[in-house]
């Protein structure tokens, strides 16, 4: 069911929605404001009602939720049996005359109105034409990336293309959360013209977080809005990649993007090992199954993962610059999730890391633990060779 809205001041049908789409408070003007507007004859006396279509006093300052309603200036009817009962209601208003008049002003707005709501349902049932694949000349390099909050949008048909919200601005950029929250993936697909829509994250009121500090994306496409959503091309994945990434977590999937990740000296990288000595640097992070996972959370996500035997999850200060550059490695990012859905980009596979180990203490367990355990290690050296020392100046006695 659709609700009409009518316009006293330009006396025309100014919009159409779905009733259950419109969760604030809407009005039906009384037939004293219609007097006020200048209408004759006005339609019989009506209410003020909410979205549900639940009655409140008319003209009384009534409230939803504490919220002061608003002064009527436009009258909502609904198609079907809403139209009916108040069509059945001009018949019982008053004379033959009132009938007349009221039917007389009520019948060109009906008409108006329910040409109204076509345009609507024809925009919902709009096609949304895609073009995937890289515009040559554009590039984005995105500083201040960590911490930056973004959402996907993955149509899947023949393969998985994937839009991203990084760098879009304006009122549909940056992924807006009501616009996001609202776009049903069933309804978007049939827009698009295929088989399904993927929704990063999921549920949509959750968010991914970039962890990097810098973002340089070589390869872009086009920016489509979906639905209130802004986002740009950025890779594509087979469907068999996409299904190796979805299997569950800690399954290893590629994806063909050139995008660079710049981690600065200094700055915390949070990593899995895996048994057979690869490092996965943590891309995003997201809220999706932790809803309070935070970015200052991250030390001590370990207690957190459940993780697969021989693996292990450490956070790393970065004695250099780490960059992560698919371009070093025709175009392929190895990717990997954990049991929250954080997302991993793989060291060690070819030259897409500025470095695939890192040996020592000091990186791998921080600087503050790196110290400690050198101290613990001259410590027992001292030890032994002290014992060592003993042991011999003592036989030498004898």
């Known amino acids: 069911m659709l609700n009409l809205l009518f316009d006293f001041d330009s006396k025309r049908p100014v919009a159409a929605y779905p009733l259950t789409e419109r969760p604030h408070l809407v009005s039906v003007a009384t037939g004293r404001k219609a007097k006020e507007k200048g209408l004759r004859n006005p339609l019989p006396p009506c209410r003020w009602r909410d979205a549900q279509g639940d009655a409140l006093a008319p003209d009384s300052g009534s409230s939803i939720n504490g919220a002061a309603a ?82 996907e949008i993955v149509p899947v048909g023949t393969t998985a293309e994937f839009y991203q919200t990084t760098g879009t601005t304006g009122p549909r950029g940056g992924c807006p959360a009501a616009p996001y929250a609202a776009i049903n993936p069933s309804d978007l697909a049939t827009a698009l013209g295929v088989s399904a829509v993927q929704m990063n994250p999921s549920p949509q009121t959750a968010r991914r977080h970039w962890v990097m500090d810098e973002i340089s994306i070589y390869e872009l496409g086009e920016t489509i809005d979906f639905m209130g959503v802004d986002a740009t091309w950025m890779g594509t994945m087979t469907l068999q990649q996409l299904q190796a990434g979805i299997t569950g977590p800690y399954q290893i999937s590629e994806i063909q993007r050139a995008t660079k990740w710049h981690f600065n000296k200094g700055s915390n ?87 695939a180990d890192v040996p020592g203490p000091l990186p791998l367990l921080g600087m503050a633990s790196a110290f400690g355990m050198s101290r613990k290690i001259r410590g027992r050296i001292r030890s032994c060779m002290t014992s060592s020392l003993a042991a011999r100046q003592g036989g030498s006695g004898e």
């Open 70 to 151: 608003a002064a009527p200036t436009a009258y909502v009817v609904d198609t079907g049996q809403k139209i009916q009962q108040d069509m059945n209601a001009i018949l019982k208003a008053g004379t033959m005359k009132h009938r007349l008049n009221a039917l007389v002003v009520f019948l060109p707005s009906l008409a108006g109105i329910l040409l109204a709501a076509s345009a609507p349902m024809a925009a919902q049932a709009q096609a949304i034409n895609l073009n995937p694949g890289v515009t040559p000349g554009q590039s984005l390099y995105f500083p201040n990336a960590r911490d930056y909050a973004f959402c």
């Open 269 to 355: 990288v949070y990593k899995l090992l895996s048994p057979d000595g690869k490092f996965y640097v943590m891309q995003s992070y997201t809220n999706e199954i932790d809803n309070n996972l935070s970015l200052a959370q991250l030390t001590q996500l370990a207690s957190k993962l459940n993780l697969p035997s021989g693996w292990s999850f450490e956070t790393m200060v970065l004695t250099q610059d780490l960059t992560v550059d698919t371009t070093k490695a025709n175009g392929t990012a190895h990717i990997v999730r954990d049991n929250l859905s954080n997302v991993y980009q793989g060291c060690g596979f070819d030259n897409a890391c500025s470095f």
